[in-house]
């Protein structure tokens, strides 16, 4: 419970590290007793907990996670909706508070920007939030809860038509029976915080063994889709020291200090695990390589690595891109052409749900070939 506190406290000041606090020690009937508390103390209706937990975390959640991965909604729903739903509760309880004390010392005129800060601020909590729990990107994360808005918008608007309906649904009878009918799938939304949690101690304790490698690795892979880079690099750092001859963590903890403005470094990671497996992550290691190599200005270095791995995946939009890169900054603009065009190709070519993943490496290359063709003329 103090771990919840304190949570709820660095939302105002650190709001990263209160949600992953939320997510290791938080759980729904807390975070729902708190929600029930500040809606008491601002004699607010709970019919507006009730639209949060039944529209806006379970929409949010849903096309957080399609936009990511492109997962079943059952999937999605099992996964992340308790996880969401209490950070989504906790993130609500702070903007009502913050509405409460500035209503309090603000004079009435000011009643509507108060409001629409607290919902602003919500919101962005409610980014965040989803951010942690999906490891969606800031933009996937946006938009999904901007389309959780319209979802939950939609739902009020229809709650307000069924009228008396509405009462009839809410029967002691009708909820038995939809309990009877639906019981089981509910109580399983019910595991995702706590199994994440189960898992985290879990590791957590088996990483007080000095030489488990794979416990911090693994627990360094949580942390990285939490988007928590401090600890998941502190994870993999220490399955580095641990046990050098793995590619596993030398490879990510690369690819993260690479994406950290790192690029010698993970070059010099990254380079150790081709060494110890060629073939790595399905010879992704040699694109990374590539890569890291091209933001350290090593383009034949670059073109050289990055030819190994179109060869072994024609298909790889994204290793076609940088190694258009690389040809283009070696001045052999035909051959740069096509990569470019084949980058543009295999986006256009691959699978719906594979197509969303890798549509920005389409974008780009599609943007190098107007530029080639515009130096061009």
Known sequence: ?????????????????????????????????????????????????????????????????KLEARVS??????????PALVCHLMAWSAAMILLIALDAVLPPPADLPV??????????????????????????????????VAVAAAAAWAYTLLGSLAYFLASPWVLYYLYLRFGSEVQTLGGGLSS?????????????????????????????????????????????????TGPDAQYQLGCLLRAAGEPARALELLEEAAAIDDKFSSSEVWREIGAASLDLQQNEHARDVLRVYVQR????????????IALARLGDRAQAREQFKAAVEAVRTSPSHRRRQI?????????ELRRLAASAV
């Open 313 to 324: 995946r024609p298909f790889d939009a994204e290793g076609l891109y940088w190694y258009g």
């Open 196 to 244: 994440r949690q189960r898992m985290r101690q879990l590791l957590e304790t088996a990483t007080v063994n000095p030489r488990d490698a794979d416990a911090h690795y693994q627990l360094g892979l949580i942390y990285q889709q939490r988007r928590d880079v401090v600890r998941a690099r502190a994870c993999f750092e220490k399955a580095v020291a641990i046990d050098p």
């Open 359 to 367: 549509a920005r490496w389409g974008r780009l290359a599609a943007k």
């Open 115 to 148: 409001a629409i800060a607290a919902a602003v601020y919500f919101l962005v909590l409610s980014v965040l939030s989803l951010r942690a729990v999906s490891g969606a990107s800031a933009v996937r994360a946006s938009l999904a809860a901007a389309c959780a």
């Open 1 to 65: 419970m103090l771990q919840l506190l304190k949570a709820f406290a660095l939302l105002y000041v650190r709001p990263l590290e209160a949600i992953r606090l939320i997510l290791d020690y938080g759980s729904v009937w807390s975070a729902g007793a708190l929600a029930a508390a500040v809606m008491v103390g601002a004699r607010a209706p709970f019919a507006v907990l009730l639209l949060l937990a039944l529209a806006y975390v379970p929409a949010a959640a849903v096309i957080a996670a």
């Open 73 to 82: 909604a059952g999937i999605a729903l099992e996964r992340d909706f308790t």
